[in-house]
């Protein structure tokens, strides 16, 4: 079950970078090659790297941008999700409001 779970609700590319390119196209109203292209130079992998599962395990996990764990032994130097949206803020050069309340007020 818990497979079948993630695969559900996993958007199509979550554990890739799926969720990377669509917050941009949602803040920035860009368009989905020109996200892909932005968010492929952020992280500095190929276009195609990002629909990679495993590489962008790694690399979500060595830029601290938290891992869909599936099965996997847990991490426990990852980042928590709260630390997680913060480097993607910083990453994407993107303001995240979970992130913006947490600054204003002292927490992060």
Do not use: T
Not at 11 to 36: F, N, Y
């Amino acid at each position: 079950m818990p497979v079948a779970h993630g695969v559900a609700a996993g958007m199509g590319g979550m554990r890739a970078s799926g969720d990377l390119v669509a917050r941009l196209q949602m803040a920035r109203g860009m368009r989905l090659a020109e996200a892909k292209a932005y968010v492929a130079d952020r992280l500095g992998v190929a276009e195609g790297d990002l629909s990679d599962c495993a590489a962008m395990q790694e690399v979500r996990g060595d830029l601290g941008l938290g891992r869909i764990a599936d099965g996997e032994a847990p991490r426990p130097f990852d980042p928590s999700p709260a630390e997680a949206k913060a480097a993607i803020s910083r990453l994407l050069e993107l303001p995240i409001n979970s992130v913006e309340r947490r600054r204003v007020h002292g927490a992060a």
